[in-house]
């Protein structure tokens, strides 16, 4: 009983969590009408909590959430899940550090996904949040599990929270739903700046070892611990 | 009676949703000043519901709205209707499934009308709204029919709800006048981000089977059924 | 008396109205900080009532409005009149059908200034409002009558209410302080999206004539009789 | 007792403007998520107060501000001061007229920045507030006094109150917090006029004589004295 009163805390918790945050979403214009979309795992069970698909923004609530296994198969919920659901399905089954994802067509990195051109790290904020450059990621259709695989197989070789799929738009993974947003709205602002630096000319490159020692600071260092 | 009483609540009703989706005109920046507007058409009945001309979007009210024939001539309103009135009143005659249009001069489909140029179909929520490329449609006059038939011509061989009409702007219809805004909305949204990719190279181009595919399944999955 | 108090009548009401127009000016963001500014002729009276220099716009309010004669001295207000008084009464004093006057450094509008090029009308909404071209003025500096000629020797050879200062933004006219702004609102968004239509090759001209029939019928029928 | 109070009372003061004036930040949009900060130093005191690091925009309150000395390190707060802290130390310790310190990586001033590109004097507005080129200072690395180091050695040959620091964002200094995000506002208002404006050719320069005209007028005589 207690845990199951548990866990119910922590999905209703988490409800209003994931609901709260699709509000960063339209703050920064990283969506229009209902195309993005976040998530969370619920720790320690194989469960995650969504956004249902197709409601627009100011529409959603705590209770509309949809609750899914980590097959994209509803366990609580009146609505359909996101249509990406199978495709986060997959990253929690197969990254089991990520506690949170996002996905969005967010304008300018969604503009270097088309072209399948990686972001390259020419910023200090980019070395601070990305540890290097944003990657592509495959074509994938929705349907199957080749987007969520294409996501899990890229991120694998990159200390990137974001990457670009091809032609589509940006999932960004953290250990927090939280942290998954900042990611989202950080990958625009830096895909943003470096496509503006890039129509006058060419950035500067950062040398490896200052990205490294950025990255190493910003992620043990800044904030409140 | 009865009958007419169902269609003063009908038309109630849409001279309410009418005047509230111009509100998603605003919010996503697709008009200035008065220079945009939605219609419904009323069903089954030779009218349509359409914004008064050249008033403010904060202006805007249920009451103030116009009720039209669909040759543009007012039958309930006590302002001029908008001056686009004659070109949506031509689509609703001759477009039968069409329940709603929108007009904007949203900026970046713009900038491609200006050119005369398509928006190609490189992103996979192109794909999933439109089908495919979205047209041009040819430079028209306003004051009599040139607007309306080269709308509903260029239409005619595309699957895209989208027309750019060169040096002008955009229409957009739907099934309903909220799928209109949402085309509109969508159209900005995707002539935004292939402008941007197309600034710094070529957007890698997407296989027309997986446009269809992607086109099949967002007409048919996506959202809550 | 009775004339006294007609005019007091009439000046509180433009403090009034300058004071809320300036809101339209930061809601289509064409300024930033204080750099911006409305003003309107007392009607039948050699005065102005314009935005007091250097006041950020949230504390704007109709009696800090200043009110001068139209060499830029202030006969009512306890502030410093903006510091474009000199300019824009200069334009009162030799253009006496003008009613309203805007200034802005708005972007893409300052962009075109910068490089001292007219926009080119190629968007039907450009022969609309602005009947042609926008026109660029000379190089001023402040602090003489150089920019108010400039201004009106450069509006004297157009149509358009709009006049890009070589530079340094734009100055607007209108029968109304409301119509100036409007120009100055519409003026911006055709320097945007005329910008945005060049940056991936050439705009389609339109036919003088097409251009002469839509300032014709836009002036003349559009909006509310 | 009394000069204990009055201090208490310049902080106190203090930490409601400094919380305040964050929100001209996010509503220039000059900032996402938590990157940017306003500082200020407490007058005839070795101290200065600042944002606390990584606190999102809508958490500041005038408590949660941080006083530290000129050193970095805290006196008064409950928080880890800032990231930038150091750095804003250091300009305080050098520069004893700067009253008020302002860090973002406000997008196109960022861009300049990533190419490593002083922004040319090509607006008046530019000549007003900046009275010449906006310059670059050094790529530098976080954690030690290099930043803080770059910024003065930078502005030290400038009369530019902004200073883009290489691939990474724009620091800028004023007699006031408050004249320092106004320099904030205003550097990245000039730094997108005129990105754009060459975008499509070359801004015509303006004489070296005319800024200097312009730059006196502006610092002696704009605004209310």
């Excluded at 989202?184 to 490294?212: F, K, N, S, W, Y």
Aim: some cysteine.
């Amino acid at each position: 009983m207690t845990v199951l009163a548990d866990v119910d805390a922590t999905i209703r918790s988490l409800r209003e969590e994931v609901c709260r945050l699709h509000a960063e979403l339209t703050r920064y214009e990283l969506v229009v009408w209902t195309a993005g979309n976040v998530s969370a795992r619920v720790p320690d069970r194989d469960l995650l909590v969504i956004k249902p698909s197709g409601v627009a923004y100011d529409r959603l609530t705590p209770e509309n959430m949809v609750v899914c296994d980590l097959y994209g198969r509803v366990v609580d919920g009146g609505l359909a899940p996101s249509s990406d659901t199978d495709a986060q399905a997959y990253v929690y089954r197969h990254m089991p550090h990520v506690g949170g994802v996002v996905h969005t067509h967010s304008t300018y990195a969604t503009a270097w996904a088309a072209r399948g051109e990686p972001i390259p790290c020419v910023l200090t904020m980019m070395a601070d949040e990305f540890g290097g450059d944003i990657p592509v990621g495959p074509f994938a259709l929705i349907g199957d599990d080749s987007i969520g695989r294409g996501i899990v197989e890229t991120l694998a070789h990159s200390r990137s929270p974001a990457v670009l799929m091809r032609n589509h738009g940006v999932f960004t993974i953290g250990p927090t739903a939280r942290a998954a947003v900042k990611a989202a709205v950080m990958c625009e602002d830096v895909a943003r700046t470096v496509h503006i630096a890039r129509q006058l000319g060419q950035p500067l490159p950062i040398d490896t070892r200052d990205i490294d020692s950025l990255y190493d600071r910003y992620q043990n260092v800044y904030g409140q611990r």
